[in-house]
């Protein structure tokens, strides 16, 4: 589904990535493993084409991300940053915004589904309240419940459990090897929780993407 040849990206005169090169199949759970400031979410953020490497090319089904509508192109592959930004709306309004944008028009709101996802996230209480009365995890989790009901074919998470307890980690880790089973998931973890679920790791050390 996806292959990045020869990526490397440069800010401010210093080298972040350097000459990535690897490719992903159409499902799995792809651990992006590495330190602090090494580069995962850079790489996360040159996949949904949020950012434009220094140099490299970057392939989604054979073709060059950059001849896609890119709207239309983050809407098969949604991106969620560790804190994502909701704005300041109610959390219902927050999760159901995304379907009245026209690259959008295609998908339908699920209310079972939103349901379910909410009753596994332990938020129910949470659905009519403000965002900006959420927690961190909170918010986090429910950018994650709001990418899962427009079902992208791939998804790209920063860090989705970095706010979590450790029950709810372990509850985001099973779901996401679940969802893999249909669908692409590449994500940065830094919990070693993953060595279980994951079905590829690529790891990014002195700027370089070692896949595995």
Not at 92 to 102: A, E, H, N, T, V
Not at 138 to 150: G, P, S, T, Y
Not at 168 to 197: P, R
Request: charged fraction near 25%.
């Amino acid at each position: 589904m996806f292959e990045l040849k020869h990526v490397s990206m440069e800010k401010n005169g210093k080298k972040i990535i350097e000459n990535a090169t690897f490719k992903l199949e159409y499902s799995g759970l792809v651990w992006l493993k590495g330190a602090s400031g090494s580069g995962k979410s850079t790489i996360l953020r040159i996949m949904c084409a949020l950012e434009k490497p220094s140099s490299g090319e970057i392939f989604y089904k054979g073709v060059s991300i950059y001849e896609f509508n890119i709207p239309e192109f983050r809407s098969k592959c949604i991106y969620v940053p560790q804190m994502p930004i909701l704005g300041q709306m109610n959390v219902m309004d927050c999760i159901r915004l995304p379907f009245s944008f026209k690259f959008n028009a295609n998908k339908v709101f699920d209310d079972k589904k939103l349901n379910d996802l909410l009753e596994y996230f332990e938020l129910q209480d949470a659905a009519e309240k403000n965002i900006n009365q959420l927690s961190g995890g909170e918010k986090l989790r429910i950018a994650i419940i709001r990418a899962l009901l427009l079902d992208p074919e791939c998804l790209l998470l920063d860090e989705p459990t970095s706010a979590l307890d450790a029950k709810m980690e372990q509850k985001t880790l099973q779901l996401l090897k679940s969802l893999s089973e249909k669908k692409l998931i590449v994500s940065s973890f830094h919990t070693e929780s993953i060595k279980e679920f994951c079905t590829q790791k690529i790891e990014i050390k002195d700027r370089y993407a070692i896949a595995s």
